[in-house]
């Protein structure tokens, strides 16, 4: 039995064995076992595709496979079998991150970074990661022949054989391009573009962006793409730093804005920002639809929380919601995606609740799989210093988010959800008042929050363990306020 037969086989076995009701309702978990990346997010065959990188085994990380599910709607997803695990002499090490498009055939070509540990002659290891393909019809995957395509031969001078990784391939104007993520002799980052006639034979063309130790150190994941008249580049840093509010320490995110020079394939940079201001995202993909959207998906999770998490669970982390981007005044803008509206139901609505120095409940307005918007007024002379709305709540635990007007500061907060340990539990962000009025659209599905500021302009997303049973939605102000709301059931 092959190690790709053996994951497969394990998989259905167990798999099977988890009841679909201790799963999020529409947020994918990998099948039984480990998942963080997003990889192969694309549209193939009448489905959206999304891989994922996949320990079967164990709910801890440890040799990367490819796991695999796909929809119609963002929303319903199927299971399919473990696409790839690591059998070959060039990928022994694990088949780490990578993406998936539809070649001229008409077969799917996955293309990953392969992971390869040598003995050298002083007895040291070391670690080498080259690019890899595998050609399939959607479920059943070879890899090629002649793996791997690219090698660190093809590397510019100085940069790191054991930091290359995370390729993300598209198609342009009759060629195959592809972004890698690397480290220069900086020790920093940088964003490599190849190119093929075929998707099998590939050149270097240019070093896309540099580092430079602005934004943290490696930069994983990149995804490169158009959108709305812009040149997008997002990227994962590791080992960030802090820069007030607008990043946050260790593994981060990043979106840089821009124009892509053609005449040297340099992306030429006039904005950045975070992409998600939560506690869990990471390692964001993204695809373009059949009508045009721009759809990203990321991996909700933190890797310096991994150890918080569903007691006795067999399956560990799950992927945020797709989100649809725009590009507004040079700046990214997430939404959930329009499927999401489907699931609504139970519809509450309240207009203009006067709230003054206290604690409010609403009737109806409660769950742990809502779809919530809240609009959040100054009131003419009145003064307001914190407004304050819990969930996932009852005596005992809650997730506050807590809004400061005179600063103009967001807050999440979930160091009273249920958890015993000292993890990351709390961030920040600044964010923009527009008219005294601040506009919040709050996810909720079983384990996790997104909350969606101010038309998508910013995100904070984070999971959270309470149990089940606390579903309570409370509200407080220090001093006076105005809200409206609207709240959905999805079910």
Not at 120 to 128: M, R, Y
Not at 256 to 284: S, T
Request: overall charge negative; glycine content about 6%; charged content about 25%.
């Amino acid at each position: 039995m092959t190690d790709l037969n053996k994951a497969q086989q394990y998989e259905e076995v167990n798999g099977q064995k988890i009841d679909k009701n201790d799963r999020p309702l529409f947020h994918v978990t990998p099948y039984i076992g480990w998942m963080n990346d997003p990889n192969g997010f694309c549209w193939y065959n009448g489905y959206y595709h999304l891989f994922y990188q996949y320990y079967p085994y164990d709910t801890n990380w440890n040799s990367m496979h490819w796991g695999h599910v796909r929809t119609k709607d963002f929303i319903h997803w199927e299971y399919l079998p473990v696409a790839l695990a690591p059998d070959k002499e060039y990928d022994a090490g694990g088949c780490f991150s990578g993406s998936a498009i539809e070649i001229s055939d008409g077969r799917q070509l996955l293309m990953y970074t392969a992971v390869k540990h040598e003995r050298l002659e002083d007895g040291s290891e070391q670690v080498l990661q080259t690019q890899a393909l595998a050609v399939g019809d959607g479920i059943h995957f070879e890899k090629y022949e002649k793996n791997p395509v690219i090698i660190g031969d093809s590397l510019p001078k100085g940069a790191s054989k054991a930091d290359f990784r995370d390729p993300k391939i598209w198609k342009e104007d009759g060629l195959y391009y592809c972004v890698v993520g690397n480290r220069p002799e900086d020790g920093s980052g940088q964003i490599l573009l190849y190119s093929s006639k075929d998707a099998f034979h590939w050149e270097f063309v240019s070093i896309l962006a540099k580092n430079e130790n602005r934004y943290g150190k490696m930069w994983e994941c990149p995804d490169f793409f158009e959108l709305d008249g812009k040149h997008v580049l997002l990227v994962s840093p590791q080992d960030m730093l802090p820069e007030d509010l607008e990043f946050h320490n260790g593994n981060g995110t990043l979106c840089i804005i821009g124009e892509l020079d053609r005449n040297v394939y340099e992306l030429k940079e006039e904005n950045y920002q975070a992409i998600d201001y939560g506690i869990d995202f990471y390692a964001p993909q993204t695809l373009k639809t059949p009508d045009g959207r721009r759809i990203m998906i990321g991996w909700m999770q933190n890797w310096d929380t991994t150890g918080y998490r569903l007691e006795g669970s067999k399956w560990f982390s799950q992927m945020s919601l797709p989100r649809e981007l725009s590009i507004k005044n040079g700046k990214l803008y997430q939404l959930p995606v329009k499927e999401l509206e489907s699931l609504r139901t139970n519809k509450v609505e309240y207009k203009n609740i006067y709230m003054n120095n206290q604690k409010q409940v609403l009737d109806n307005v409660k769950g742990r799989h809502i779809d919530m918007e809240v609009v959040l007024r100054k009131i003419h002379n009145e003064d307001c210093k914190k407004f304050v709305l819990r969930f996932a709540e009852d005596k005992k635990f809650f997730t506050e988010l807590s809004f400061f007007p005179e600063e103009s500061i967001l807050k999440i907060d979930r160091k009273n959800s249920g958890t015993r340990r000292a993890y990351v539990h709390q961030r920040r962000c600044q964010i923009n008042q527009t008219n005294d009025e601040l506009k919040l659209r709050i996810i909720l599905d079983k384990f996790s929050a997104e909350i969606f500021v101010n038309n998508g302009e910013q995100v904070i997303s984070t999971v959270l363990y309470t149990e089940q049973t606390a579903d309570g939605i409370s509200f407080a102000v220090e001093g006076s306020m105005e809200m409206d709301l609207v709240k959905y059931d999805l079910i």
